[in-house]
């Protein structure tokens, strides 16, 4: 939920709400509007001028009311990542599943799933999985699995303390088994996964993957892999990494369709070439083009090559160059290890991303 807040006159209350109510569009995003109209209370605001009009605590207009194109530009991208999730898997993101450890990119995920369940209107629950070894030789560890259920549901707390610093936590779900295993069947009841991608680090992650790479490609529904250091920010450029091979139809489809009536949402269709070969149009003539004659007109994307020795390097500086919001990757359950690429580009992507990386699960 947004909050729209109005600091003026009551003369100007029925305008304001006006626009707002044309600026929320079809099916209108969840918007509310908090006035100030009280002389008194206006005084005490940190404002120069009246009207002022804020969203998100940020003033988007002073002295005047913005115009229902301006306000349309606010919301279209505060709720950039929901309306590209509403708009693949055709309903509302009402849950949201964030898997938490004790990491500080968990901790970076969490922030990032609550700000985007509270722009959404959905409701986010957490999930840790943990061992069911208990050392019995030392008395002063937990020592029934009870106890060590509580233990790390307090150890979480304090993890999520600063994100929630009103107390009011989302539920945390304790579980035991092998993580992949157990976040995957829980993410059969959400309509998103958000959780932190920490890179590779020992020779296990490097031989089996991560957890954030394994539940990517196994989870039953999106999921979105969170950078440690990613600074949230917003952006209504998004871009699909393409093989003109291994094109989804169908997911396409539902990316352009974000296109729609949106004179600064982008899409970047990116192809990574190597050095020497740009140039070779085989993804403008591929299923885009062909999608497009069927179904579109006047929608705004590009269609890139890009050449680069390193597939995820391309991506990761087209990334950088253009300020994407976040970049989509598709992988298919029917090939636990296949992706857009070659079996290991998703994988490789997920270990070394910078930019918010969406995973989505093609099913032909």
Do not use: W
Not at 125 to 141: E, F, R
Not at 200 to 207: I, T
Not at 287 to 303: A, G, Q, T
Request: hydrophobic letters at 40%; charged letters at 30%; a negative charge.
């Amino acid at each position: 939920m947004l909050t729209v807040k109005y600091i003026g006159m009551k003369n100007r209350i029925d305008e304001i709400e006006r626009r707002i109510e044309k600026a929320k569009g079809t099916p209108p995003f969840p918007v509310r509007l908090e006035i100030v109209d009280n002389p008194e209370d206006i005084l005490k605001q940190d404002i120069n001028k009246i009207p002022t009009v804020l969203a998100d605590d940020k003033i988007i207009s002073e002295g005047r009311l913005p115009h229902s194109k301006k306000l349309k530009q606010v919301f279209d991208e505060f709720f950039t990542i929901g309306k590209v999730m509403k708009t693949i898997n055709q309903k509302n993101i009402d849950k949201i599943l964030v898997p938490m450890d004790q990491s500080d990119a968990a901790a970076k995920a969490l922030k990032y799933a609550k700000e985007l369940a509270t722009r959404v209107g959905a409701t986010l629950n957490i999930i840790h999985v943990g061992s069911a070894y208990i050392d019995t030789s030392q008395p002063l560890l937990p020592q029934t699995m009870e106890d060590l259920r509580q233990v790390r549901i307090k150890q979480l707390k304090k993890l999520v303390k600063p994100v929630f610093p009103n107390g009011k936590y989302p539920p945390v779900m304790y579980e035991l088994g092998f993580p992949i295993d157990v976040i995957t069947e829980a993410s059969a009841n959400y309509d998103l996964v958000v959780m932190g991608s920490t890179g590779e680090h020992g020779f296990l992650d490097r031989v089996l993957g991560s957890i954030s790479s394994g539940v990517a490609q196994k989870a039953q529904c999106p999921v979105l892999l969170i950078p440690k250091e990613y600074e949230m920010k917003s952006s209504g450029k998004i871009l699909c990494a393409c093989d003109p091979d291994n094109m989804y139809e169908d997911i396409v489809d539902k990316l352009l369709e974000l296109s729609m009536d949106e004179d600064y949402q982008e899409i970047h269709f990116v192809e990574i070439v190597p050095p020497g070969e740009r140039g070779n149009k085989k993804l403008s003539t591929s299923l885009i083009e062909e999608v497009l004659k069927n179904n579109y007109e006047d929608i705004h994307f590009h269609v890139d090559q890009v050449e680069s020795d390193s597939i995820i390097e391309g991506l990761k500086k087209y990334a950088e160059e253009e300020e994407i919001g976040f970049i989509v990757m598709v992988t298919e359950h029917r090939k636990p290890l296949a992706a857009l690429f070659h079996k290991s580009q998703t994988k490789k992507m997920v270990m070394d991303i910078d930019t918010p990386l969406l995973i989505l699960h093609a099913r032909h």
